[in-house]
């Protein structure tokens, strides 16, 4: 009786939580498959991290779905990379009016690479898209940000020193 009461306190103690990190809304993170540090902007209102690229082709490799591109920053050369697909996202444009249409969908292929923020490195999600109309060509989402332990203090920036992992 006393090693089941034993047990119950323990079950009823407070679980601590990990805190997350503090990061700024906008960081740099390594991309070590690609060999790439970009500048990145966490968006907590975001789903999912989007990484700008262009000449976006899947084609089958071994019976398996694969894509193959080139990044969409200022400073990319014409270097082409190819990644197994993880898996196709539908991701629906918004509009500011609603018009009674129905919304837009866009289909993205979706890759798993590493990443490196401040000295923590996960593999994530990310979709390909064309984010070369943006300022950050790297958009780290909700997914991601829970994979990092990161919580996003909008007033701050580059918190974490330069990726180091």
């Known amino acids: 009786m006393k ?20 990061y700024g809304r906008y960081e740099y993170i390594r991309l070590p498959e690609i060999g790439e ?18 000449d976006i082709q899947t084609f089958s490799r071994d ?3 694969w894509v193959r591109f080139r990044l969409a920053t200022k400073d990319a050369g014409g ?8 898996r196709i996202s539908k991701i629906k444009s918004r509009s500011d ?17 590493e990443m490196c923020l401040g000295n923590v490195k996960r593999t994530v999600e990310v979709n390909l898209t064309d ?17 990092f332990g990161a919580a996003v203090n909008p007033a701050r920036r580059y918190t974490a020193d330069k990726p180091d992992c």
């Open 97 to 113: 009016e609603d018009d009674g249409e129905e919304p837009q969908s866009a289909k993205r292929p979706v890759v798993e690479l």
């Open 63 to 65: 019976g398996e779905d």
């Open 3 to 22: 090693s089941v009461l034993a047990l119950l306190s323990l079950l009823a103690l407070p679980v601590m939580a990990a805190e997350p990190t503090l």
């Open 131 to 147: 984010r070369s109309s943006f300022n950050y060509p790297l958009l780290i989402g909700a997914k991601a940000l829970r994979e």
């Open 79 to 86: 270097k082409v990379y190819e990644h197994k697909v993880a």
């Open 37 to 54: 540090t970009l500048q990145a902007k966490m968006d907590t209102g975001a789903l999912t991290a989007s990484l700008s690229a262009r």
